[in-house]
């Protein structure tokens, strides 16, 4: 039986309907954060409870890319407005691709919204493309396996 692992280079990120292309995605993951709780009498140990679940923020790189783009947009927006107005959220998705172009598996983050924009060094000294870096803060994720794209827009 042929194992078909995804590779984790073919990958892309959807947002407002426009796809992007991103070099590094980091930061998908969740944990239960636990609280100890020490019970009177009993001295040889603490009950750990689970309170809630957290995450790290999603931080997305790529080269820098001169003209605008809807996503930049929105990050500047949102950083430059402050809390003048409403903060704008999105729902964005990741999608791992497999060999044959098919999602293996699909992340999509709901109520994201940019907490930092930065640009790499610029070094005189080296020949490096500029990468620029974007961090979104969101509510959750969920996992979707073997989505095909006709089932995304069903």
Known sequence: MA???P???YFE????GEDAAFKEVSGISKELSMEEVVCGGENR???????ITTSQNLVLKRALIP????LIDWCAST????LANAITTHDVSVSL????????????????YPVKYSVSDLKSQEN???IESIELAYTYFVITPDTSIADLFA
């Open 79 to 82: 950083l430059d407005e402050g």
């Open 97 to 112: 691709f497999n060999p044959d172009g098919s999602i293996s598996v699909m992340w999509t983050f709901y109520n994201a």
């Open 128 to 130: 490096e493309l500029v």
């Open 45 to 51: 140990f603490k009950y750990r409870l689970p309170t």
């Open 13 to 16: 990120l959807s947002f407002k």
């Open 7 to 9: 590779v984790g280079f």
């Open 67 to 70: 003209e605008g783009s809807k």
């Open 3 to 5: 194992n078909n692992y």
